[in-house]
């Protein structure tokens, strides 16, 4: 329970290395992995580096979030903690019972196993996505989140390989994440394709007044271009959608493995960041981490004006942002670095429209992958047509495979021989009328 001693069985892991996690943009403190898992503790090249540091525990893990003073994050709770905010995680589950998020994680929802609740991780991710947002603050230890107040609302929609093989399963955990009081979604993973389905699901959070947050995407897989890291992740290009890069530890500079594109609208820390996992904590990058930092702020936000409609929350965002890059909005850091501080206290000129939210919807202006699968740590394989129809979405697009439109058929259809018909038959019976009227006058 939050306020009651928790460090006491905090792990020691003197004399463990690290290993490098199998799963690409994590970095993993833990016992030594097996063959089969993870690769030797060296360097590697590209987006992900292996750290060889000694493993770290809950009592050196605030030390080491740097992102705590270069988001001036005590600054920020001087306003609002996120008291009274739910932000929904939809990932690989979250570990109801970690430490730093004891307390914190509602009942939730899974979607991926029949047994579960949502409440256990069997990946680790969400469990660091959800301690970014809201881990405790009641003492000086462990992983504190942006809005240590809030509440999670888990939805698991990913596997244990940190995949999804069709966005029907996002877009279901959306609705039901709004249906069941979500104020913020957060949505660390995406991939190439678009989908009606999603699209629609989050026009559903849309109407229904919910910021919804996604990660740009990590160049470490397959992006919407080949061997390049442009091409922002769906669901994050979505018109509407806060769409978080990731910038490295300076503030200044671009993570190197973060997506960019035109439809980028803000950043946030990524590199050099400790998470927490089931059982401890670890070394984390990417922008499945900068996201929530993002949605921490948005919950900050909706904490001090509760009755703050979505769209305001988004204008703030991107309004009190810090500019980096080229002046203005870019596609390397969108608006610039989240400022929550900024985002607290200045004074924005009101939106009643989320500015976001002024384009042709990509998952369903345009033919493709509607059953798109995607993951959480990278892009994910080109997708493929599934065997079946994919279930109706109620109120929205059925999100089945789209293929482009038939060629019309020759010749007349037979609705409209059957106008004609009618259409004569209508003469005729008129044309009788006609000749009885002038009978009777005659």
Known sequence: MVGTPRRSAVLSRGGQRIGAAALAGLIAFSAPATAATAAPARPLTGPVSVLTEPSISGDTVRAD??????????????????????????????DAHHLDLEGQVLPGLDLVDKQGDGESDPVGHGTSVSAFIAGRNDDQAGVVGIAPKAKILPVRVLDNKNRYDDA??????????????????????????????????????????????????????????????VGVWYPAREPGVIAVGGTERDGEGL?????????????????????????????????????????????????????????????RIIRTAQDRGAPGRDAEFGFGLVDPVGALTADVTYAADNPLDNTPSPGVAKF???????????????????????????????????????????????????????????AAAAAITIRRFAATAG
């Open 255 to 315: 993570w190197t493995g973060s997506m960019r594109g035109s439809e980028t609208v803000v950043t946030a820390p990524a590199t050099d960041l400790v998470g927490a996992r089931p059982d401890g904590y670890w070394r984390v990058q990417g922008t499945s981490f900068a996201s929530p930092m993002v949605a921490g702020t948005a919950a900050l936000i909706r904490s001090r004006w509760p009755d703050m409609p979505a769209s305001e929350v988004v204008n």
């Open 368 to 426: 493709g992958s509607a059953p798109s699968p995607g993951q959480a740590q990278s892009a994910p394989e080109e997708s493929t047509k599934p065997d079946g129809d994919a279930s109706p979405v109620p109120g929205g697009n059925t999100g089945a495979w789209a293929t482009p439109v038939d060629p019309a058929p020759t010749g007349v259809p037979t609705a409209r021989w059957i106008a004609i018909l009618l259409f004569l038959l209508s």
């Open 65 to 94: 979030q740097w992102h705590l003073n270069a988001l001036r994050l005590t600054e920020a709770w001087n306003y609002a903690n996120g008291a009274g905010v739910t932000v929904a995680v939809l990932d690989s589950g979250v």
């Open 168 to 229: 029907l399963i996002v877009a279901k955990g959306v609705r039901w994440a709004v249906d069941n009081g979500a104020d913020v979604i957060n949505l660390s993973l995406g991939g190439s394709g678009a989908s009606a389905t999603l699209a629609a699901a989050i026009d559903y959070a849309f109407a229904k007044d919910v910021v919804v947050i996604a990660c740009t995407g990590n160049a470490s897989g397959t992006s919407t271009q080949k061997t390049t890291n």
